[in-house]
Antibody, heavy 116, light 107 residues
Framework: QVTLRESGPALVKPTQTLTLTCTFSGFSLSTSGMSVSWIRQPPGRALEWLGVIAWDDAKYYSTSTRLTISKDTSKNQVVLTMTDMDPVDTATYYC??????????WGKGTTVTVSS | DIQMTQSPSTLSASVGDRVTITCRASQNIGPWLAWYQQKPGKAPNLLIYTASSLESGVPSRFSGSGSGTEFTLTISSLQFDDFATYYCQQYIIYPWAFGQGTKVEIK
């Protein structure tokens, strides 16, 4: 059974760096074709895709230059780092597993508020 | 970047109605499209993947079709539990992208 769980701080101050961890089970990110992406959703707004890391460590990001995604295959974790946080970054953050024709799998999300 | 355009943005319907939501991609994405249902305060729930594959446990009144640039999500007979917001997502060409959502409201 594939599961993903997001974790990290619920509150960060403006200009701080956010670090979120996606801990997963039921698959290995070293498997060819596997990838994990990050998505966020500000309150009352649509889903926004942020970026992805693939099994071969290839990465692709949305237009944001503040974002870094990394993986620790031995720990079954993917880490999102976002610098210079702003109140507009307040959102629920999700991680998602994509693997070929298998059904996409999501975590339940973690809510991050940016406020002083 | 690929643009995903859903229509309509809002849909008013009654229980028992047949409902169709459209998602158009600005480039050919083959079958690499998923549909999600989201209720307030909850994570998106996968309904359909690879355009027409029904996720396990999802009622058969939900169906998806299309390929390339035009896709549809159909609810054959709307139930009370189906009033929610629906999103499409393409996951083949970077940057992956979502539609803006379609809110299905009670008429």
């Amino acid at each position: 059974q594939v599961t993903l769980r997001e974790s990290g701080p619920a509150l960060v101050k403006p200009t701080q760096t956010l670090t979120l961890t996606c801990t997963f089970s039921g698959f290995s990110l070293s498997t060819s074709g596997m990838s994990v992406s990050w998505i966020r959703q500000p309150p009352g707004r649509a889903l926004e895709w942020l970026g992805v890391i693939a099994w071969d460590d290839a990465k692709y990001y949305s237009t944001s230059t503040r974002l870094t995604i990394s993986k620790d295959t031995s720990k079954n974790q993917v880490v999102l780092t976002m610098t210079d946080m702003d109140p507009v970054d307040t959102a629920t953050y999700y991680c998602e597993r994509i693997y070929g024709r298998a059904p996409p799998a999501w975590g339940k999300g973690t809510t991050v508020t940016v406020s002083s | 970047d690929i643009q995903m355009t859903q229509s309509p943005s809002t849909l008013s319907a009654s229980v028992g109605d047949r409902v169709t939501i459209t998602c158009r991609a600005s480039q050919n994405i083959g079958p690499w499209l998923a549909w999600y249902q989201q209720k307030p305060g909850k994570a998106p729930n996968l309904l359909i993947y690879t355009a027409s594959s029904l996720e396990s446990g999802v009622p058969s009144r939900f169906s998806g079709s299309g390929s390339g640039t035009e896709f549809t999500l159909t609810i054959s007979s709307l139930q009370f539990d189906d009033f929610a917001t629906y999103y499409c997502q393409q996951y083949i060409i970077y940057p992956w992208a979502f539609g803006q959502g379609t809110k299905v409201e009670i008429k």
